[in-house]
């Protein structure tokens, strides 16, 4: 592993100069409390290094452990991803979420120039018609999101035009409220914690030099 041995190099040059200090500065008092100084800087740097070098061993397993896995072994997902190419599981669910988070709070605010840039023009469509009609009525929404309890992709697929469609399952926990113009609740509790269940499918063109992912299908 590399990354692994790098890393034990970097620790052994570290140690080599603290070393060096010691046996420079340790000739008096003040060298002797320097040195000390540089001796649990040492300790820290050492905790660090090998607490950086545990994290690029399990990854790099993690990788090994993927390559190794036989076409038999994987689902139809697992080996449609592989189509997809430079994808990376953890990123893209990681953006994702990040999307979802932005997707529910811009949709709570009516900020249609943020949805304009996550979601599809079909999807846009559904959430303007919403936001007018509750400007129309008076309703303010309020969304607190407070995080996620699921965010897996449970199915992809390619078309023959070279379009990935990547469906994920979201769980999150949020607190939604709907007021009318007095402000009064007329939907939802704000001490109220909601486990919500979405089904989402982000879409992209392969073809396409933009490496975003649009939002083109909600359901619960």
Avoid at 71 to 83: I, M, V, Y
Avoid at 133 to 151: H, L, M, T
């Amino acid at each position: 592993m590399p990354g692994y041995f790098d890393i034990l190099v970097l620790f052994v040059v570290v140690l080599v100069i603290f070393k060096r200090l010691h046996s420079i500065l340790g000739t008096n008092a003040e060298g002797k409390n320097k040195a000390k100084i540089a001796e649990e800087n040492a300790e820290r740097i050492f905790d660090i290094i090998m607490k950086e070098a545990e994290k690029n061993q399990m990854a790099e397993i993690s990788r090994e452990e993927k390559s190794s896995e036989t076409p038999e072994n994987l689902t139809d997902t697992e080996k449609t991803l592989r189509q997809i190419p430079n994808f990376d599981e953890n990123k893209f669910l990681f953006g994702a979420k990040k999307a979802f988070e932005m997707i529910v709070e811009s949709f709570s605010k009516g900020d249609i120039e943020t949805l304009e840039m996550l979601v599809s023009k079909k999807i846009l469509k559904k959430f303007q018609d919403i936001i007018e009609q509750r400007k129309a009525e008076g309703i303010v929404s309020e969304a607190d999101f407070i995080g996620f309890d699921k965010a897996e992709i449970v199915k992809a697929k390619i078309s023959a035009d070279n379009i990935a469609k990547i469906t994920v399952e979201f769980i999150s926990q949020q607190v939604n409220l709907l007021k009318n113009a007095k402000g009064e609740v007329i939907e939802g509790d704000e001490n109220f914690v909601q486990c919500i269940s979405d089904t989402w499918t982000f879409e992209r063109a392969l073809t396409s030099t933009n490496p975003n992912w649009l939002l083109v299908s909600t359901r619960k």
